[in-house]
């Protein structure tokens, strides 16, 4: 285990991460969703995916191939949500929990 | 919010009432959003450190110097203080009973926990979790700090969490010291052959060397999933 890693990836969050910023948008909870990469074709939760905020959008990346996923920003009291590289988005809608 | 403690030296505890709180599964995480006069925001994901039973939200926050959010909410918050909160937020980095009791199949198999600092937030919520409803589920937490007065939930640890220091160990310290590497893993954490769920969260070149070394000793890698909180460890 080593601290030599370049700067950008060690400030590499995950999909986890776009949850927050995806709920404004998504009814239910993305970050289990299914997405299939639009430039390879496999397909991962968005929880696995790659994700980096530092840019002005966060950039959320195949953990596969690395090519963008998908992008989310917001600014001057606006949305802006590129899907572009997600072929095929499964959500799985919630269930009910009972934990009492 | 109700209180604001220091947990350690660098770890603060934030005790919060959401009023209209939906409830939380173990694992989600909240975002924190602070707005300045001049309308700046920043924002900062933490991870509930309380289970759901808990109707109060536990925060573990980590001071960290050159930060935008952590110093004010480590420093400046005090009780009665209100800031905005967007959560719970999450559905694949979580571990709960209900789900274990939906999927049969997966619940056979064992909870491998793998914390570095204040990334064991999330587990401190699930262990707390699997303790309260008594779960069958068997899950272990390997976690690592850099000194014994730097464990967070001391409260909730017990019998089923390893620690290995890795800065400094008291004199007659009998645990593990230093990083967590291939053989602390094989020594410390459930077989591949048990074929465990494994969750792993800490700074990212943290949580991608325990990732890259599981998958050495020979673990599913899609049975792996990482959080990453950036090499700051604003988030936790």
Do not use: K
């Not at chain 1, 959500?91 to 009910?96: G, L």
């Not at chain 2, 918050?77 to 694949?92: C, K, M, S, Y």
């Not at chain 2, 990212?204 to 990482?226: K, M, Q, W, Y």
């Amino acid at each position: 285990m080593t601290d030599t890693t370049d700067p950008v990836s060690a400030r590499r969050l995950d999909g986890n991460a776009a949850g927050g910023p995806l709920a404004a948008l998504f009814a239910v909870d993305v970050t289990a969703a299914r997405s299939r990469c639009a430039a390879c074709g496999s397909t991962s939760a968005l929880g696995e995916h790659l994700v980096y905020a530092d840019a002005p959008a966060m950039v959320v990346r195949c953990p596969t191939c690395t090519e963008v996923v998908l992008r989310v920003a917001s600014r001057e009291g606006r949305m802006l949500l590129d899907l572009s590289g997600a072929a095929l988005l499964t959500v799985p809608m919630p269930v009910v929990a009972d934990d009492t | 919010m109700l209180d604001n403690r220091a947990e350690t030296p660098r770890v603060h505890r934030l005790v919060l009432d959401v009023p209209g709180w939906p409830g939380h599964l173990p694992g989600q995480h909240v975002d924190v959003r602070l707005t300045g006069e001049d309308g700046y925001t920043a924002e900062r994901s933490y991870s509930l450190a309380s289970p759901p039973e808990v109707p109060l939200l536990h925060l573990l926050v980590e001071r960290l110097d050159d930060g935008e959010v952590s110093p004010y909410l480590t420093d400046e918050v005090r009780r009665d203080d209100a800031f905005e909160l967007r959560g719970p937020i999450g559905g694949w980095f979580v571990w709960s009973v209900s789900a274990d009791r939906a999927d049969r199949e997966a619940a056979r198999r064992p909870v491998q926990l793998v914390a570095g600092g204040a990334g064991v937030s999330p587990f401190v919520a699930m262990l707390d979790h699997h303790r309260r409803l008594d779960s069958p589920t068997r899950m272990q937490l390997l976690y690592s700090a850099r000194t014994q007065e730097e464990v967070l939930g001391r409260d909730v640890l017990g019998p089923e969490t390893t620690v290995t220091l890795t800065r400094q160990a008291p004199e007659g310290w009998h645990g593990e010291t230093g990083r967590i590497d291939a053989g602390m893993l094989e020594r410390r954490t459930f077989a591949p052959a048990e074929r465990p769920r494994t969750y792993v969260c800490g700074p990212t070149v943290f949580a991608e060397a325990v990732a890259t070394a599981l998958v050495g000793l020979g673990h599913d890698p899609s049975a792996i999933r990482i959080e990453r909180f950036g090499s700051a460890g604003e988030s936790s």
